[in-house]
T-cell receptor, first 111, second 115 residues
Framework: QQQVKQSPQSLIVQKGGISIINCAYENTAFDYFPWYQQFPGKGPALLIAIRPDVSEKKEGRFTISFNKSAKQFSLHIMDSQPGDSATYFCAASLPLGRLYFGRGTQLTVWP | DTEVTQTPKHLVMGMTNKKSLKCEQHMGHRAMYWYKQKAKKPPELMFVYSYEKLSINESVPSRFSPECPNSSLLNLHLHALQPEDSALYLC??????????????FGPGTRLTVT
């Protein structure tokens, strides 16, 4: 059973556009929701994260929106750049720190 | 500094070889993790060490043997692997259970090829 569902599987956005990736979960025990960015051949890098008591968190061009009642959260990348082209994973963590990953979204930003 | 280092970067081994992967962090983290990642898939958890004790083993075959010599080091000993074990092996660390801080930081990985 997949604990975190992520969509879309792939996303193509024009430079300067907004990239939106969505995730949903069922387990209400999750209390930490990070996003990871991974370039080919590299390890995942922690991009931004949110706790369920906050509805939105912004860091630069990256924003997480969190809807606790709907059990959904999303990543918005504003002014998308070709350098943002990577695979993005959402995840959810239980209080003891175990991460459950979504299946990933391959983002391509065209110049 | 949020760096986790892994060696080697690449490893090619035969099915009868014995090799080890190494991971190191100097962030004072007390939880360390091994993940396996296949192409175009998310990382899959293999083992978790919490305060230097093995706390999670995700039913990993015994040909993979983890070791945590101290709070900064994590090893993964490999023996009699199969070609399907070829993957990117990732190490990660975090502050640890009961700290309220869940950020996991990943190393660059070891690309393992089993021939």
């Amino acid at each position: 059973q997949q604990q975190v569902k992520q969509s879309p599987q792939s996303l193509i956005v024009q430079k300067g556009g907004i990239s939106i990736i969505n995730c949903a979960y069922e387990n209400t025990a999750f209390d930490y929701f990070p996003w990871y960015q991974q370039f080919p051949g590299k390890g995942p890098a922690l991009l931004i994260a949110i706790r369920p008591d906050v509805s939105e968190k912004k860091e630069g061009r990256f924003t997480i929106s969190f809807n606790k009642s709907a059990k959904q959260f999303s990543l918005h990348i504003m002014d998308s750049q070709p350098g943002d082209s990577a695979t993005y994973f959402c995840a959810a963590s239980l209080p003891l720190g175990r991460l459950y990953f979504g299946r990933g979204t391959q983002l391509t930003v065209w110049p | 500094d949020t760096e986790v280092t892994q060696t080697p970067k690449h490893l090619v081994m035969g099915m009868t070889n014995k090799k080890s992967l190494k991971c190191e962090q100097h962030m004072g983290h007390r939880a360390m993790y091994w993940y396996k990642q296949k192409a175009k898939k998310p990382p899959e958890l293999m083992f978790v060490y919490s305060y230097e004790k093995l706390s999670i083993n995700e039913s990993v075959p015994s040909r993979f043997s983890p070791e945590c010599p101290n709070s900064s080091l994590l090893n993964l000993h490999l023996h009699a692997l199969q070609p399907e074990d070829s993957a990117l092996y990732l190490c990660a660390s975090s502050h640890g259970a009961h700290t309220g801080r869940y950020e996991q930081y990943f190393g660059p990985g070891t690309r393992l090829t089993v021939t």
